[in-house]
DNA sequence: CCTTAATCCTGGAAGC
DNA sequence: TGCTTCCAGGATTAAG
């Protein structure tokens, strides 16, 4: 099974990134594919010639942080890699001396001067990379449209966005711009978690179950990461290294398969054009409205 | 303004 | 066995 680059995957390819290029100089910087550089970026300029200073991220997206030394210890000029590895995109470091072959879904390597290499793949290419010439314009420009990360939003805030809308909770919580990191697997796993109805509208959410929500939301992710963790060695990357990493799903891919909690056969709707699954009998705490739209499945 | 639907893309699974 | 069809997913864009 193919592991989703959800918040808890791009945490641990942050984590990977720091402990093994940051710090070190981009020597070269291959492009395979000009197009998955997106945006009206320069690809000629992906941090070459740049020390990566740092790593960070919001949500499902994170961003190589590079630094020139323009004069002696003066004036640092600032750039920064965005990415987003959409559904299959990877980032795998490969040690000095390590030998790597770049396939056909291979876009963009970045050759260290220690002979490091660090390579992005992306078969399905729903992931790209954009280029912005400091932070500040990264933020402003394209994360100031996302919402708060899903590991540091509160109970309050979140309640704020879901008050003022009356979509189905689980499209609330899939938009980024509610809350960012989440995606298909952790929605559907946490609104089990809580008990609640994907088609739930998102403005009839109590507080009560906002603060569930979130207690169950940052448990779900920091388990998650601290599964991922335990694989990482060298690696920057969490496709292919299946070993210790078996995420144990309760609901999501297993529709017709007995609810952990009640034994009824999981039921699969389809929610926002997504694949939703989920338990009637133990997710049935929808009002009115939506109780009725559900029945109509 | 709010919400939904189509679009992108490829590999793997399922169907004939 | 080999071919075709369908499906999966996130974010952007267009349309309702």
């Not at 010639?49 to 790593?55: A, D, P």
């Not at 790209?128 to 010439?133: A, E, R, S, V, Y």
């Not at 690696?235 to 952990?260: E, I, L, M, N």
């Amino acid at each position: 099974m193919t592991v989703m680059p959800e918040l808890p995957e791009v945490e641990n390819i942050c984590r990977g990134l720091t402990d093994t290029v940051v710090g070190s100089m981009v020597n070269r910087v291959t492009i395979r594919r000009v197009d998955i550089v997106r945006g009206s970026s320069r690809p000629a300029d992906l941090l070459r010639g740049q020390t990566f200073t740092r790593i960070d991220r919001l949500g499902k997206q994170f961003a190589l942080i590079g630094q020139t030394l323009v004069h002696k210890g003066s004036l640092n000029k600032e750039a920064c890699v965005c990415l987003h590895l959409g559904m299959t995109g990877s980032l795998r470091f490969y040690p000095p001396g390590e030998p790597y072959r770049p396939d056909g879904h291979t876009h963009v390597v970045w050759h260290l001067t220690d002979g490091g290499r660090l390579a992005f793949r992306d078969p399905r290419r729903f992931g790209g990379l954009w280029t912005f010439d400091s932070v500040t314009t990264l933020t402003e420009t394209r994360w100031s449209k996302l919402g708060e990360d899903a590991l540091t939003i509160t109970p309050a805030r979140l309640h704020m966005k879901l008050k003022r809308t009356r979509r189905p909770i689980k499209s609330a919580l899939l938009d980024q711009a509610t809350l960012a990191g989440l995606g298909n697997i952790y929605v559907d796993e946490l609104l089990f978690g809580c008990r609640l109805h994907p088609l739930y509208p998102g403005h009839e959410v109590t507080r009560e179950e906002t603060q569930l929500l979130v207690r169950k939301m940052r448990a779900l992710l920091t388990r998650a990461i601290a599964l991922g963790g335990s694989t990482l060695k060298d690696y920057v990357d969490t496709s292919g290294r299946s070993g210790g990493f078996q995420r144990v799903h309760k609901v999501y891919g297993r529709s017709g398969q007995a609810c952990p909690r009640c034994g009824l056969p999981l039921v699969r709707i389809a929610v926002a054009g997504r694949t939703t699954v989920f338990c009637e009998d133990c997710q049935a705490s929808v009002m009115s409205r939506s109780e009725r739209v559900a029945k109509d499945y």
